[in-house]
C-alpha cells in the first residue's frame, strides 16, 4: 500500500444533547478535523478536556462512544473508508487493524480473568493466530515492555499487579494481534511520574520495535513530545496548530500552544512562616481493617493558617492514606491530631458539624464524587442548605456564584454530570468544597485529570481564594509541576513515612536523598530527548553502582 496508513480528512462528529425542559438539540463535537498518518509514525493529540482528543481517537475504529455519531469527512484507513464499513466490516477491523489502549487499566480488565486470557483473546477471536502462537508473542511483549517474570506474569489476575504493570500488560494487549494502528488514550495519566517514565520508555520501544503507527492521546504537552513524531493541538473540536514535535514545542505558531508550551514553568514563591498552624499531625501510625501492616509511620507534619503544604509521592506511598487519618475515616492506631485550636476525634462520627464543615476533601475520581443523578446546581446547593440553610433564591445566588469563581458560568446549574468533561466534573466538586467556608481543604489529586491550561486555572483560583479568604490547603499529588506552582511546604512520603519535609525551597534543593532525588528526575521536560537522556543517566548510574 502507498500512501498514509490513516488518512482522516475534514472530521465531523455530533452528539444530542438533551437540556431539561427543552427539545433535543445537536451538538458539534469536532469539526474541520485532518490528519494524515504514516505506518511507524507516532501523532499527538493534545488539548483540554472536551477539546475532543478521545472522541478523535475513537473515530480511528469508525467508533463513537455514548451516542456520538460520525456525520462527516473521511476516514480512510488501508486505503479504505471505515465510516462505510459494514457492522461485520468493523468487528473484523476493531482489535486487529486498530487497537485501544485505555486510560485506566484498571477499569479496562476483567478482573475475573487471567492476564493472558486477556492479552491473546483478540489475536484468537480473529483466528489471527493459534494459542501457543498468541501466547509465545505474548510473553515476548511482556519481555519487550520491561516487565518483572514476563513468563509467568500472565497467569496472575488483574489485581496481583501494579498499575503501571497493568498498564503496560493493556499495551501487550493492544500489540498482540499485530495491529497497523494502536490508538493510545492517555494511558500515563493517572500514574505517578516514576512509574510514568518506564511506561513512557516502554511504549515508546514497543512502537519504535513493532513498526506500528500510534495515535497517542494526553493532556500533557511534555509527556507527548517524548513520543510523537508530529502533535495536533486541539481546541473545542479544531485544529488550533499541527506539526512536527519539534515546532510545536520549540517554534509554536498559535497564542494557544505558545500557553500550554509555557504553562509548566509556573512558580509559586512561598510565604513566609507565620507560626500559626491550623491542622498539626503528630506522629500518627495506621492500619486499614485487617492487615497487619501499618500503612502509615509515626507521620508527623503541620500547616499554617493560609498555607499550602504539598504531599507527594508514589503510589502507594500513604499519601490518599494520611487524608483518611485527617478527615477521620481513618481512626490512627496512635498519634493525635489538631485543628483550628482543638483536638480532633480520631472518627469522623465523634467529630462536631463546624470540624466537618471546616474541614473540606476533593476527590480525585469527580466521576464517583458526584451523584450522576442530581443536578450540578442540586451537587453544589447541598451544603448551602445543610451548614447554612441556604434555601430557594438565595440558595441559587450563591450556587450561581460559585460556578462563575470555577469559571463555568450559571448556564452548568441544570446540567448533569454526564453531560460534562472529566475538567468540568472536577471543577463542580471544587465548587461543592467551596460552598461550606472551610478552613482547610484537602486536595487529593484534584488536576490529576485536568490540562495544563484548565489545571493552571483551577490553581490560580485556588491561590486568590487562598490570599482572600485564609484557607488552608493539604495538596495531595504526584505533579512536582503542581508542586512549584501551589505549595508553600512539602512533605515527601515513602512506604507510609515521611522521608523529606520542610519549606518549599529547601525540599527542592540539593543534596536530596535518594527517593527524593529519584522523583525529581522523573519528571518529564518540555524538551526533544529528555526521556532518553534520562534513561541513559540511570543506566550509567546503575552501571556505577
Known sequence: MTGPLLSVQNLRIEATSYPPGEPPRNVVLVEGVSFDLQKGRVLGLIGESGAGKSTIGLSAMAYGRGG???????????????????????????????TYVA????AAFNPAKKLMEQVVEASLSHRLMTRVEAETRAVDLFRQLGLPNPETIGSRYPHQVSGGQLQRVMTAMALCPKPDLVVFDEPTTALDVTTQIDVLAAIKRAIRETGVAALYITHDLAVVAQVADDIMVLRHGKTVEYGTTDQIINAPVQDYTRALVSVRSKDHPEKPATGTPVLTVDGVTARYPGLALDVLKNVTVSLEAGHTLAVVGESGSGKSTLARAITGLLPPLKGRMTFAGRQLSNGVAGRTKDDLRELQMIYQMADVAMNPRQTVATIIGRPLEFYFGLKGAARDKRVAELLDAIEMGKGFADRYPAELSGGQKQRVCIARALAAKPKL???DEVTSALDPLVAEGILKLLLDLQAREGVAYLFITHDLATVRAIADSIAVMYRGQVVRYGPKTDVLEPPFDDYTDLLLSSVPEMRLGWLEETLAHRKMESAGN
Do not use: K, W, Y
Request: aromatic share 0%; charged share 20%; with cysteine.
Open 103 to 106: 486510560q485506566s487499566a484498571a
Open 441 to 443: 481543604i484537602i486536595c
Open 68 to 98: 456520538v455519531r460520525l456525520t462527516g469527512g473521511r476516514i480512510m484507513l488501508n486505503g479504505r473508508d471505515i465510516r462505510t464499513a459494514s457492522a461485520a466490516g468493523l468487528r473484523t477491523l476493531r482489535g486487529h487493524e486498530v
